[in-house]
C-alpha cells in the first residue's frame, strides 16, 4: 500500500544488559520476575525512552460473525471475501476466522516489537455482555486477555451503550514495566457530547483514558463517523469533545500532564487526513502527532475494505465542494471518496444499504474466487481513507502499518483496517539520529586548554611507567 510497511527489526535503546533487563525483564527470568520488582519501587525503574505504541480496528461486526447470519455492519463485504479467500488458501474460514487472524497479529506485535509499550484497541466487544447461560461468548476482551496471556501486560476495558443493545468497547494493553500500573482511569461517550448527540447514529463512540504510576497518559478513541468534518471542518467537534473529556478527568484527579508522556491512540474517522503534523492534535495546550518532521505530511492510508474507501487510483473523486458527483458511467461518489454503483436493486447496490455482491471473482494462488463481493478492488494498495492514528509529542519513527512477515501482504485476511504503529520518544535529551535499530545521540567532547592536555598526558605517561615497573619486578 501507499505507506510503507512496518515489519522491521525495531529500535532498542543502547542500554546495559543490567538497566535493560530491569525494564523488559530477563528473558530467562520467570514470568513474575518483572512484577515483582515494579511492586518493590516502580519509581525508581530505569525508563527506556524510546516505546513503540500502536492502535488496531479490530472489526466488532467480525468478532460477532455467526454462521447463520448474514455478515453486518460496513465491514460485510469484508467478512464474506475474507472467508472465501481464506477457505481458497486452505485456511481457517469459520464465521470469525478473521477476528482470530486479527488476534494473532496483536500477539505479533507483542512478541516481535521489543520497544512495544502501548496499543489502543477499538471495535471491541466486552464478552461478560454478550455471555450466555452455558454459553461463553468466544470473543471479545476476554479472548484478546487469553490470546496475550502469559506477557504480563496490563489491561484496561470499558464499554459505553451503543445503538441497537451493542456494548463498543475499547481495550488499551500497555507494559507495566515500562508505564507502570493504572493509577486513574476515565472512560465516556464522544457521540453523546454536546457536539454530535443530534445524529443519533454518533451513540457508541467512546473514549477511554489511562494515567499511570509513572505518570504515562494513553488516551484510546474511536471517533463519531463524520467525514464533512474531516473534508471541511478540520475535525474541529473532536478536537473539541477530546479535550472536554481529558479535561473533566484531569481536573478530577489534580492532574499535569507530561506531554513527553501522552500517547494518544485510536479511530478518529479522519478518512481524509485533517488531522496531521501542520494540524497536530493539540491535548489542553500539547501538540502531538504522527510523522517526524522529515516524513512531513505524509499519509497512511489505513482504511478501508469496501467500495467507497477502496479504488484503484483515478476512479476517486478529489473535490471538497460537498456535492455528489456523477461519473460518466453513471457512478458516483461523495467528497474525495470512490465511486460507487448506485442502485434500487439492494444486490447491486454498492452503499452501505446494499447487500453483499455477487458480481466480482478475483484469483488468488492461480485458483479462481467466485462470486467476491469487492474484490481485487479492496487490495490494501487501494485503500484510500486515513484516520487511524499513534501520536505524541516526540515521534522518532513515523506512522505505519504493521504488516510483517507471515501475513498476506496484498489484501487483509483480518481486519477491514489495518493496524498502525509509530515510535515516540521520552527521552528529554534531543535524539540526534534513529537509524540501522538503534538510536545515536551526539556526545559533547569536554574542551581542555592546552596547559589541561599537557597534564592528562603525563598522568598517562605515569601511570604507564608505573605499570612497567610492577611487572619487570615480578619477572
Known sequence: MASENFGAPPLQRQMSKRKFE?????????????????????????????????????????????????????????????????HALGLDHSPRSSWERAAQLVRHFWDNVKNASAMGLQEMNTSTKLDKPAEPFPGGDRRIQQVLGGLGLEFYVKEVPGRFNTFPTLVTVWKGTKLGPSLHTYTADLGIHDLFKTNAANQGRPISIVYT????????????????????????????????????????????????KLFVMGDFNDPFNAINRERPLIVQGHPVHYNTEEDGLKPVKSCCYNFNSACPDGDDHYNNTGQQQTHANGMVAGPYECYIRKSVDRSLNQDLSGT?????????????????????????????????????????????TYRPAGFRTEVSLESDHEMVMAIISTDELPVALVEGGRVRRTRHKVRRTHKAKRAHHKQRRTRHKALRNRRTRRN
Open 22 to 86: 530491569a525494564v523488559n525483564g530477563s528473558p530467562n527470568a520467570s514470568p513474575n520476575a518483572s512484577q515483582n520488582a515494579l511492586q518493590i519501587a516502580p519509581e525508581n525503574l530505569p525508563q527506556n525512552p524510546l516505546h513503540a505504541v500502536a492502535s488496531y480496528n479490530m472489526s466488532f461486526a467480525s468478532d460477532l460473525a455467526k454462521e447463520d447470519e448474514p455478515p453486518m455492519g460496513s465491514e460485510k463485504h469484508f467478512i464474506s471475501d475474507s472467508r472465501k479467500r481464506a
Open 213 to 260: 504510576t509513572l505518570g504515562f497518559m494513553l488516551i484510546n478513541l474511536h471517533g463519531p463517523n463524520d467525514s464533512t468534518q474531516s473534508h471541511t471542518g478540520n475535525m474541529e467537534k473532536l478536537r473539541t469533545a477530546i479535550n472536554d473529556h481529558v479535561k473533566i478527568f484531569t481536573d478530577a484527579h489534580g492532574i499535569q500532564i507530561n506531554p513527553n
Open 356 to 400: 453483499i455482491k455477487t458480481n466480482a471473482s478475483n484469483t488468488l494462488n492461480g485458483q479462481n474466487i467466485p462470486e467476491l463481493s469487492v474484490g481485487a478492488r479492496g487490495h490494501l494498495v487501494n485503500y484510500k481513507f486515513t484516520g487511524d492514528y499513534v501520536m505524541g509529542a516526540k515521534v522518532v519513527r513515523s506512522l505505519q
